[in-house]
């Protein structure tokens, strides 16, 4: 089945522990992208992936590290979290039409506390 | 900066009405995709529907269409016939004026569907 992963679903954690969260695709996908969702303000894009070692920053990247050492998997860091990290948190893939990334596939969302 | 805008942050429809969730965007290109997401209490990101820019008719999928005018840059969602299943939060999302190869959403719109 085609599809995106993402672990865990559900984390609490505490200020300052660095925490991953993964994201792995099955459909050889070059675009990965991060995206929060935080209530009133929609679904936005922390970091995206065009392809493996190539990453760059979306619209609120603060605070937060990626990686595309594999075409496949595409994981958040954490390095200190805080609780303005509060937040669901979603990864989406998709692959790259002629004008860029097309129909994303998403995985189920991971919420993520930070107290 | 998100560019695309959904001017309704709730809207309420009665069973078996239409109801039309409104949406505009930015981007200077002129080939390119939009698309329209469902996400229900499940939070599962679904698409409903996408429209090519270049083509004139409108897309259609079963009960939902889109009403495109591309020189007002505006996208707006059309559902017909309106189900309880209906009942969700939807995005609308376009390439980012800043990086049309990457894809951004709107605030979101909550339809409530009255039965």
């Known amino acids: 089945e085609a599809q995106v992963t993402q672990n865990p679903r559900y984390l609490i954690t505490v200020t300052g522990k660095k925490l991953t969260v993964t994201c792995s695709q099955n459909m050889n996908h070059e675009y990965m992208s991060w995206y929060r969702q935080d209530p009133g303000l929609g679904l936005r894009q922390i970091y995206y992936?065009?392809?493996?070692?190539?990453?760059d920053k979306g619209d609120v990247p603060e605070g937060y590290k990626v990686s595309r050492k594999e075409k496949r998997n595409f994981p958040l860091i954490l390095e200190s979290p805080s609780p303005n990290q509060t937040s669901l948190y979603f990864c989406?893939?998709?692959?790259?039409?002629?004008?860029?990334?097309?129909?994303?596939?998403f995985g189920a969302g991971s919420r993520l506390t930070v107290l | 900066a998100q560019t695309v805008t959904q001017s309704q942050p709730e809207m309420s429809v009665q069973e078996a009405e239409t109801v039309t969730l409104s949406c505009t965007y930015d981007t200077s290109e002129s080939d390119y995709y939009l698309f329209w997401y469902k996400q229900p209490p499940s939070r599962q990101m679904i698409l409903v529907i996408r429209?090519?820019?270049?083509?004139?008719q409108n897309a259609t999928e079963n009960r939902f269409s889109v009403n495109f005018q591309k020189a007002a840059k505006s996208f707006s969602l059309k559902i017909s016939d309106s189900q309880l299943g209906d009942a969700a939060m939807y995005f609308c999302?376009?390439?980012?004026?800043?990086?049309?190869?990457?894809?951004?959403f709107g605030k979101g719109t909550r339809l409530h569907i009255l039965p």
């Open positions: 999302a376009s390439p980012s004026p800043l990086r049309d190869d990457k894809i951004i």
């Open positions: 992936s065009m392809n493996v070692e190539v990453t």
């Open positions: 429209q090519e820019a270049y083509k004139q």
């Open positions: 989406a893939s998709s692959f790259i039409g002629r004008t860029g990334a097309n129909v994303l596939t």
